[in-house]
């Protein structure tokens, strides 16, 4: 056999696994690994004053899928009031985060997603979650990450108007 068809082969049958891994991940209903890193970070509040805990048993309940870490929550980071990062799935993993029906899929799978604590149309964050927002942010900026504010991506209050407003005064 010439090596021409052997590495045709070896890559086709590199596919046939690959895709033999997402069906058994699924079937677990574990988060499907991206083969890249995203290039995207999207901003979002919690809408609520739900902790890190109850959000991920209500993203549990809701969709289920676990991330290699062993989280439900769909964001990447979460940010809590007194300013604690969570790390709840690693940046190459697929979210669940930010859905556009134009695009299904793609900001999921090419963004990391972080989301703080509180409802910032009715409140503004903590000094403690900004430092460490700003911190996460910076980290994004240096991977060369573009950031997006949810609503920017599809019609939405998020991340709420005090965020928004200071994301907008740091960032741009």
């Not at 970070?41 to 004053?49: E, K, P, T």
């Not at 903590?126 to 430092?131: A, I, K, V, Y």
């Amino acid at each position: 056999m010439d090596k021409q068809k052997l590495i045709k082969q070896l890559q086709l049958q590199i596919q046939i696994l690959l895709i033999q891994i997402k069906i058994l991940l699924l079937k677990k209903k574990l988060t499907i690994p991206n083969l890249h890193q995203p290039r995207y970070s999207v901003l979002h509040h919690g809408a609520g004053d739900w902790d890190f805990d109850q959000v991920n048993r209500h993203h549990k309940n809701k969709w289920g899928y676990k991330s290699s870490l062993g989280y439900y929550i769909g964001y990447h980071r979460w940010i809590s009031y007194g300013g604690r990062l969570y790390i709840a799935r690693r940046d190459n993993e697929e979210g669940a985060h930010t859905v556009d029906i134009r695009r299904p899929h793609f900001w999921n799978r090419n963004a990391v997603g972080t989301c703080l604590q509180g409802n910032f149309e009715k409140e503004k964050p903590t000094t403690f979650q900004l430092d460490t927002f700003k911190r996460v942010l910076d980290e994004d900026r240096k991977k060369g990450r573009i950031l997006k504010m949810h609503y920017e991506i599809i019609p939405t209050l998020c991340p709420g108007k005090y965020l928004k407003e200071w994301f907008l005064k740091n960032y741009r």
